[in-house]
């Protein structure tokens, strides 16, 4: 089944203790992007990544960081969370182009740092 | 930069049609994609138009003019599931390659 996996789906965690959200897709996608969304706000794109070894920053790229090793896996990494960054996170990955755009997301991550 | 303006809200009765505008200004563009999120979950892909015109998908139809930077997405004989947020998304092109953009989202809410 194609899918998007991401871990943990839920997170409570303390200000300045890093942490790292994990994102794994089976579809041989190139490209993969991290979102957070908050009310009101939509999808704010935080990184995004070509392909291997290829990341650039989104909308809202402040306190995060990604890395991107292998074409299935795109980990978010939080190297000093605040309170700020509570927030539903979603990763997502699509064919980068063509005629076809579809993204498929993971279930998200609900990250409260207290 | 880019922006995609939408409205925030929707309301519509079961069985009426309702359309969901989106315009944008971006550079470099690829085309525009509809997503379906309800409550807490995940967003699903709904549609996607990269040339001028209707795209029709049982229900949902998608439309696009590139000349004006304008889309919609129509839903057709409304079902309560229908109730979620709709978000439109602009695939564009930069330095690095291509990003997909967001819109913030019309929250739809279908009463019987």
């Known amino acids: 089944e194609a899918q998007v996996t991401q871990n943990p789906r839920y997170l409570i965690t303390v200000t300045g203790k890093k942490l790292t959200v994990t994102c794994s897709q089976n579809?041989?996608?190139?490209?993969m992007s991290w979102y957070r969304q908050d009310p009101g706000l939509g999808l704010r794109q935080i990184y995004y990544?070509?392909?291997?070894?290829?990341?650039d920053k989104g909308d809202v790229p402040e306190g995060y960081k990604v890395s991107r090793k292998e074409k299935r896996n795109f980990p978010l990494i939080l190297e000093s969370p605040s309170p700020n960054q509570t927030s539903l996170y979603f990763c997502?990955?699509?064919?980068?182009?063509?005629?076809?755009?579809?993204?498929?997301f993971g279930q998200g991550t609900r990250l409260t740092v207290v | 930069g880019q922006s995609l303006e939408q409205p925030s809200e929707v309301t519509a009765v079961e069985g009426a049609i309702v359309q969901i505008n989106c315009t944008y200004q971006t550079s470099g563009f690829y085309g525009l994609s509809w997503y379906q999120q309800h409550d807490g979950g995940a967003p699903t892909f709904l549609s996607y138009n990269a040339l001028d015109g209707l795209e029709e998908t049982g229900r949902f139809s998608s439309f696009l003019s590139r000349s004006d930077s304008y889309g919609y997405l129509l839903l057709q004989e409304l079902q309560m599931k229908d109730s979620a947020s709709y978000f439109c998304?602009?695939?564009?092109?930069?330095?690095?390659?291509?990003?997909?953009?967001f819109g913030k989202g019309t929250t739809l809410s279908v009463s019987s």
């Open positions: 998304a602009v695939r564009e092109a930069n330095q690095a390659g291509t990003a997909l953009i």
């Open positions: 990544s070509m392909n291997v070894e290829v990341t």
């Open positions: 579809m041989n996608h190139e490209y």
């Open positions: 997502a990955s699509s064919t980068p182009g063509g005629s076809v755009s579809e993204a498929f």
